[in-house]
């Protein structure tokens, strides 16, 4: 099945610069990758994701890459805010009739130092 | 709009007893999820349905049972409870149609078995 390692478990930055996380995955299958912020006491909330047949998307101070060859997957949240302190997790999905069957990594709390 | 909403909170078993997790949406949403995730990790599927009386198993059925009688109620069985199901439960749901939606999560339900 899909195995999905994320690093860093722990990043620490200061307000106004940039955090990158970055996740491979191992199903040349999966096509369909999402960012889920988790604040504490809350469930997984969609912050960005993309589809195979896109190597970035951007939304606001988020961006995504994908780099399919080398089968991983980078989140850039750029211009921290305290904020978006918080762990983070990217997933990795198959699609059809795997549909919603999300493989996900153990996460990265982010630490944003005002 | 309430979203995906779960009961109870928190929930306290001993060794061997039984309980039900609530899920309902009111999105009418077609596919509903239970993941799981123990600490320091990622989301685990439990079990996930794709509609009115269709469900199926997901990467960690072992201990669980699932219904699903109406598209808005989702619940989780734990029957004969054991440590290792001490976890923080999380339901989700998504429409798959047209233009699939993306999973929607509750808060959580965080249970301890001792």
């Known amino acids: 099945g899909e195995n999905v390692e994320q690093h860093p478990s722990t990043l620490s930055v200061q307000e106004g610069d940039s955090a990158v996380i970055k996740c491979t995955y191992s199903?040349?299958?999966?096509?369909?990758f999402p960012w889920y912020k988790q604040e504490l006491g809350k469930g997984p909330q969609l912050i960005i994701d993309?589809?195979?047949?896109?190597g970035e998307k951007k939304d606001q101070r988020i961006a995504v890459t994908l780099n399919k060859t080398a089968k991983h997957f980078s989140l850039h949240i750029t211009e921290t805010q305290p904020e978006d302190s918080a762990v983070y997790f990217c997933?990795?999905?198959?699609?059809?009739?795997?549909?919603?069957?999300?493989?996900f990594g153990q996460g990265t709390i982010l630490t944003v130092h005002p | 709009n309430a979203g995906v909403t779960q009961t109870p909170k928190f929930r306290i078993l001993k060794i061997g007893q039984s309980m039900t997790l609530q899920c309902t949406q009111d999105?009418?949403?077609?596919?509903m999820y239970w993941y799981r995730q123990d600490p320091g990790m990622g989301l685990k599927l439990i079990y996930y349905?794709?509609?009115?009386?269709?469900?199926d198993k997901g990467e960690v059925p072992n201990g669980y049972n699932v219904s699903r009688s109406t598209t808005e109620d989702f619940p989780l069985r734990l029957e004969l409870a054991a440590p290792s199901q001490t976890s923080v439960y999380f339901c989700?749901?998504?429409?798959?149609?047209?233009?699939?939606?993306?999973?929607?999560f509750g808060n959580g339900t965080r249970l301890t078995v001792t």
């Open positions: 989700a749901s998504s429409y798959a149609g047209f233009e699939d939606s993306p999973l929607h």
């Open positions: 199903d040349s299958a999966s096509n369909y």
């Open positions: 993309i589809r195979s047949n896109v």
């Open positions: 997933a990795a999905e198959r699609g059809g009739t795997s549909y919603g069957k999300l493989t």
């Open positions: 999105m009418n949403h077609n596919y």
């Open positions: 349905s794709v509609g009115a009386g269709i469900t």
